[in-house]
């Protein structure tokens, strides 16, 4: 009994600190997510001179209904200043309660480093708002 205690601990401790809904790449990306909505399999990759950031929106099983919005990314330097910013829309409708769930985005930004800039990533559920960094 005591080791069943023990393990439904582990877990339910280990569920919410998995429930957060701002991730991190690496030091220098924070990623902002929604309650029902959030970004997944992110990657980072400089090509050439330009920074290209791809990853999926994905749904969670219990939010019902179409998805459309923005996720704006921006680039900041050591003191916080915006060096680039994009947005980039995502939509998916979902037909069937079991549909599609998630949709990819990617981001070029041309004449951006990785290194020694810090990258966020907002998901906004709307395709126009006033967002801040």
Known sequence: MKRLFQLTTVLFVSGLIGC???ASLSSNTT???TKHIQIKA???QQQD????IQGSIERDRLYRGNMHGHV??????AA???IDQKTVAYSTTSLLPEGIRRTPFS????????SSNRI???LHKRNTCECDV
């Open 72 to 77: 704006m990314v921006s680039v900041l330097d």
């Open 31 to 33: 990623i902002q997510n």
């Open 42 to 44: 992110v990657t980072t």
């Open 80 to 82: 916080g200043t915006a």
């Open 49 to 52: 001179n330009a920074l290209v």
């Open 107 to 114: 981001v070029t930004l041309p004449g951006v480093s990785e």
């Open 120 to 122: 966020v990533l907002q």
């Open 20 to 22: 957060s809904n701002t």
